[in-house]
């Protein structure tokens, strides 16, 4: 099996900045797109930021120069530093990984973490 864990949450004032990260352990062989969703109450998850195991990201348009996903492929672990932080980031964020298990399968596996509680106050 596959685990991922975020790490980093926490309550933080408007303005100020955060750094989650999400370590995968377990039966990888190696892992294609990592990503951050979050949900805040009474909304739908919404993808934050996504990177590829080339390293090419991807933000949604609410956080575009003020979030930045980042991966360490040794690790397993990707990380995502968000800066400049608003209230409406106040959401559970959760780490997601397209995982390839075996070396013979090409089988991309989707693993989720429990999610960080993020919150921004004003």
């Known amino acids: 099996q596959v685990q991922l864990v975020e790490s980093g949450g926490g309550l933080v004032q408007a303005g100020g900045s955060l750094r989650l990260s999400c370590a995968a352990s377990?039966?990888?062989?190696?892992?294609?797109?990592m990503r951050w969703y979050r949900q805040a109450p009474g909304k739908q998850r919404e993808l934050v930021a996504e990177i590829t195991s080339g390293g090419s990201t991807d933000y949604a348009d609410s956080v575009k120069g003020r979030f930045t996903i980042s991966r360490d492929n040794a690790k397993n672990t990707a990380y995502l530093q968000m800066n400049s932080l608003k209230p409406e980031d106040t959401a559970v964020y959760y780490c997601?990984?397209?995982?390839?298990?075996?070396?013979?399968?090409?089988?991309?596996?989707?693993?989720w973490g429990q999610g960080t509680q993020v919150t921004v106050s004003s």
């Open positions: 997601n990984a397209d995982v390839q298990r075996r070396w013979n399968s090409r089988v991309l596996d989707d693993y």
């Open positions: 377990g039966s990888i062989f190696s892992i294609n797109a």
